[in-house]
């Protein structure tokens, strides 16, 4: 009896090795069986499918053999490492990645949530973050590793870590010398 039901509503698929062999190139084709969208278009002609048995002459009405009632109820369920989820899809158009992120985690945190109710935010922005912290994590290992060659070279603890410190203002200010003495480029109308 289901199957008229997933016949009537969406499809269904069935094979029969005789009736479905193409004989020319000795392929199977499945037969995909599917009401007329217009025929079923309201809780009536549901109620009215017909029901046929396998010893059964006659079909019977599905609304002889069940009951039928409208409800509110999502039209998909989609599940992510089995627990049931909603997702909602957001894509950039010409913003930044972390700006579109940083605007939702505020949405997220302003919603007040039901009880038993978690929101993740996963795709590109779980990569960004987990890029960056990757990144941070190898910079701090670079930086630590660096230290631990100076502390080698200088045989101190002290000597390495003002070098370390030093460093930062010391690049800036020589990326402000660099971009002062770059050559500028002239335009002339001639």
């Keep these: 009896m289901v199957q008229n039901v997933i ?3 969406t499809s269904t698929s069935d094979g029969c090795a005789e009736c479905l062999d193409y004989p020319k190139n000795n392929n199977k084709y ?3 069986v599917q009401y007329p969208e217009q025929q079923i278009k309201s809780l009536i002609d549901l109620r009215s499918i017909p029901l046929h048995g396998a010893d059964v002459k006659r079909p019977t009405r599905l609304d002889m ?3 039928i009632s409208r409800l509110e109820a999502p039209t998909e369920v989609d599940h992510y490492q089995i627990r049931r989820v909603l997702d909602i899809y ?3 158009l010409g913003e930044g990645l972390g700006s579109i992120a940083d605007q939702v985690n505020n949405l997220i945190s302003r919603t007040n949530l039901p009880t038993g109710i978690d929101v993740t935010v996963r795709g590109m922005v779980a990569c960004m973050r987990a890029s960056f912290r990757s990144f941070a994590l190898g910079l701090t290992l ?3 590793l660096l230290y631990l060659i100076l502390v080698a ?3 101190s603890f002290i000597d390495p870590f003002i070098i370390l410190l030093a460093f930062p203002p010391g690049l800036t200010g020589v990326l402000a010398r660099i971009s002062q003495c770059a050559p500028k480029a002239q335009i002339t109308d001639g």
Aim: charged share 10%; aromatic share 12%; net charge positive.
């Design 153 to 155: 070279q200088f045989r």
């Design 90 to 92: 957001v894509r950039p």
């Design 65 to 67: 053999a069940s009951s």
């Design 142 to 144: 670079s930086v630590l």
């Design 7 to 9: 016949t009537a509503l």
């Design 30 to 32: 499945f037969l995909n």
